[in-house]
C-alpha cells in the first residue's frame, strides 16, 4: 500500500495498490522532488472517468512503468472532483501549452509546481497519433537532467501566460440580450438539437437563458430550438431510457453514444431545463424526463438521510465500455415476450446504436414516436405504450441484478447546492411535497457535513471554493422562496456576506475563484463549462437577495460583475449562456420590490 491508503478520497484510495510511490498533493511531496532533483509527473483524475481508469489498468499497475515513475520522478496523484481549484490550474497549462484537456490529466512540473510538459491519456506504447507513455517517462526524465535550464525558462514562461490578464469592464445595454441570442441560435444543429458537432454538451446555462427569454416574447425561433434540443437529447442515447437521468456527453452529434459517467451537477442543470420548459410549454415529455432525473437522483445518488452524492462511473471494468447500460439483441429475446420484443426493438434497438468495441452491443435510444411505433407493431397507441411500459420494467429489473458501476458517496457542498436548488425548481412545477421535503433535508445534511467550526468546505480536509458558496447560497434562496422562512433568507445572506469578503475582486468586481492564490493565479471566469460558471450564478444571487431585501449594495455589486466580464461574454456564444441569463435577470428582474 502507498501513501494514497491514508486518503479519503475512492478515486485516490483506487490507486493505493499500485507499485508506484504516488504521493497526494502536499508540500512533502515538492520538497522531496526538490531535495531528490526530480521532476514531478502529476495525474489527475476521477473516480468515474472511462479513460483515468484505461491509462491505470495499462500503465499505472504495470510494473516496468512504475519503476520509471519510482526511478524519474516524483508522482503525485490528485481527485479533480475533491481539488478542482488545482486541476482547473493546469488544464489552463495545456491551453497554453496547445493541447486539448480532459482527463486523465498528465502533467509534468518542476519542484516549484511549474508546467513544463503535458497531455491527457498517453497509451503504454505508441499508438492513437500518441506518444507511448514508456518512451515519454526516459525521454522527460533524461530532458529534466541534461536541460534543466530550459524545462525552467519553458515552465516560468507557461506559468506567465496561464495567468489571467486583467479585465476590461465594458457597458452594459439591454441589446446584448438579443445580440446573444442570435449568437447562440447561429450554432444551434437544426437537425439534432444541440449546439455545435461532436462531440456533444448539452450547455443547460443557455437553454436556461433561452426558456427564459422564450417565456416573455414566445419567439417561434427560440420555441424551435429548445422543444428540438431537449426532446432529441431526451430520445437519445445520452439519456438513459430505462433508468432515467443523463449521461455526461455525447460523443457524436446525434445524442446516440454517450459516455456512460452519470454526473450530479450534469442532472441538477438539466433538471432546471426540464422542468421550466415543462412549466413553460405544459409538454407532458417534459414532465416524465424531469421526473426521470428525479428518479435516477434518488435512486442512485442520494443518501436517503439527506444530501447527494457526486458521480456514478461510466464502467464496471474498462474494457467494456458501459457494459452495464448496454444490450445485445440475444437479451431482448430472452427477457421480453413476443409482443414486447416486437414493439420494444424498433422503438430502442438500432444499429447506428453499435459500441465500437462490440457491435452487437448497443446503446438504447428512441427514433419514433409512440404513434409511428403502433403503426409499424400494427396496434392503438395505448396498447403499444402498456407494452413498452412492461418492457422496459422487465429491462430495468433484468439490469439491476447485473454488477453496478461504483458511486462516489462525497458529499461535496458546491454539487448539493446545484443539487437542492435544482429540486426547488422541480417543485415549483411538479408540485410534490416529497421533492421539497428531500431538498430541505439535504440542505440540513451539507451543513453538518460540510460547515464545521463556522469554515465550510468544499468536502472533508478541503476549504470551500467560489463554486460551494455561491451553489450553497442560491440552495437557501431557494428554501426561502419555496418556504417563505425568514431563516433560509437570513443564512443566504450570512453566506453572501462571507463570500464577497473572500472572493470578490475589489478593485475589477467579479469574484474570484479561490480566497488565496493557487499554484501562483486567482482565476476569474463566466464561461459555462459546460455548467453555468459560478460567477454567473452568483450575479443571479446578488440580484435576488438585492430584490427581496432591498439592499442595493448586492445590486451593485452583481452591475460591477456583469461590467467587469461584459466585453469577454459577447464572443463565447452559448459558453456564455448563463452570463445571459444573469444579465437579462439585471434588466428585467433587478428592481427591489
Not at 103 to 124: A, C, E, H, N, V
Not at 284 to 310: H, Q, R, W
Not at 427 to 438: S, V
Amino acid at each position: 500500500m502507498n501513501r494514497l491508503a491514508k486518503e479519503k478520497s475512492a478515486y485516490l484510495q483506487h490507486a493505493a495498490r499500485q507499485k508506484i510511490d504516488w504521493h497526494p498533493w502536499s508540500e512533502e511531496a515538492f520538497e522531496r522532488a526538490k531535495k531528490e532533483d526530480k521532476p514531478v509527473f502529476l495525474s489527475s483524475g476521477a473516480i468515474w472517468c472511462h479513460w483515468c481508469h484505461v491509462m491505470a489498468r495499462e500503465s499505472f499497475e504495470d510494473e516496468e512503468t512504475a519503476g520509471l515513475l519510482n526511478e524519474y520522478f516524483i508522482a503525485v496523484k490528485i481527485d479533480r472532483d475533491e481539488r478542482p481549484d488545482i486541476d482547473r490550474r493546469y488544464q489552463r497549462a495545456l491551453s497554453v501549452m496547445g493541447v486539448s484537456g480532459g482527463w486523465p490529466l498528465s502533467i509534468f512540473l518542476t519542484f516549484d509546481k511549474k508546467p513544463f510538459f503535458g497531455g491527457t491519456y498517453f497509451p503504454p506504447d505508441e499508438a492513437f497519433g500518441r506518444p507511448g507513455f514508456k518512451s515519454l517517462l526516459k525521454a522527460i526524465g533524461t530532458m529534466y537532467q541534461e536541460k534543466k535550464e530550459s524545462v525552467n525558462e519553458n515552465s516560468q514562461e507557461i506559468l506567465r501566460h496561464m495567468k489571467q490578464e486583467n479585465l476590461v469592464p465594458g457597458n452594459l445595454d439591454v441589446s446584448m440580450i438579443d445580440k446573444a441570442i442570435k449568437n447562440i441560435l447561429s450554432d444551434f444543429d437544426s437537425v439534432h438539437g444541440g449546439f455545435g458537432g461532436a462531440p456533444k454538451f448539452s450547455m443547460p446555462g443557455a437553454m436556461e437563458f433561452l426558456i427564459g427569454r422564450y417565456s416573455i416574447n414566445k419567439d417561434s425561433a427560440l420555441e424551435n430550438t429548445i422543444r428540438k434540443t431537449l426532446v432529441s437529447m431526451a430520445r437519445g442515447g445520452i439519456y438513459d431510457q430505462l433508468g432515467g437521468g443523463f449521461h455526461r456527453y455525447s460523443t457524436d452529434e446525434a445524442w446516440i453514444i454517450p459516455h456512460f459517467e452519470k454526473m450530479a451537477d450534469d442532472n441538477a442543470w438539466l433538471l432546471r431545463n426540464y422542468v421550466q420548459a415543462y412549466r413553460v410549454f405544459g409538454d407532458e415529455f417534459f414532465k416524465e424526463t424531469s421526473e426521470g432525473i428525479i428518479d435516477f437522483l434518488l435512486n442512485e445518488l442520494s443518501n436517503p438521510d439527506g444530501g447527494f452524492y457526486s458521480s456514478q462511473d461510466a464502467d464496471v471494468t474498462p474494457d467494456d465500455e458501459g457494459g452495464y447500460f448496454i444490450w445485445k439483441d440475444d437479451d431482448f429475446r430472452k427477457i421480453l415476450n413476443d409482443d414486447e420484443y416486437r414493439v420494444l426493438c424498433p422503438y430502442l434497438f438500432h444499429e447506428k446504436a453499435a459500441m465500437r468495441h462490440d457491435p452487437s452491443k448497443k446503446v438504447l435510444y428512441i427514433t419514433d414516436g409512440m404513434e409511428e411505433v403502433a403503426q409499424k407493431a400494427g396496434m392503438d397507441i395505448e396498447r403499444a405504450s402498456k407494452i413498452i411500459d412492461t418492457g422496459k420494467t422487465k429491462l430495468l429489473m433484468e439490469r439491476t441484478k447485473r454488477e453496478r458501476p461504483f458511486v462516489d458517496t462525497v458529499l461535496y457542498t458546491s454539487i448539493n447546492g446545484m443539487l437542492i436548488s435544482a429540486f426547488f425548481e422541480a417543485y415549483k412545477a411538479l408540485k410534490d411535497e416529497d421533492i421539497k421535503e428531500f431538498a430541505l433535508k439535504s440542505l440540513e445534511k451539507v451543513l453538518e457535513v460540510n460547515f464545521i467550526n463556522e469554515r465550510l468546505l468544499h468536502t472533508e480536509g478541503v476549504y470551500a471554493l467560489l463554486d460551494d458558496y455561491v451553489n450553497l447560497i442560491a440552495a437557501f434562496i431557494g428554501a426561502y422562496e419555496t418556504t417563505g422562512d425568514v431563516i433560509y433568507l437570513n443564512r443566504a445572506d450570512e453566506f453572501m456576506k462571507i463570500c464577497i469578503s473572500k472572493f470578490r475582486d475589489k478593485e475589477g468586481g467579479g469574484f474570484f475563484d479561490t480566497d488565496e492564490d493557487v499554484i501562483g493565479t486567482r482565476l476569474k471566469e463566466a464561461g459555462d463549462v459546460p455548467h453555468p460558471s459560478a460567477n454567473s450564478v452568483n450575479i443571479i444571487n446578488l440580484i435576488k437577495l438585492s430584490r427581496i431585501s432591498g439592499n442595493g449594495e448586492y445590486l451593485n455589486h452583481a452591475e460591477m460583475a456583469l461590467k467587469c466580464f461584459s466585453l469577454v461574454a459577447q464572443p463565447m456564444g452559448v459558453h456564455g449562456g448563463y452570463y445571459y441569463r444573469a444579465l437579462d435577470a439585471f434588466f428585467n428582474e433587478g428592481k427591489a420590490e
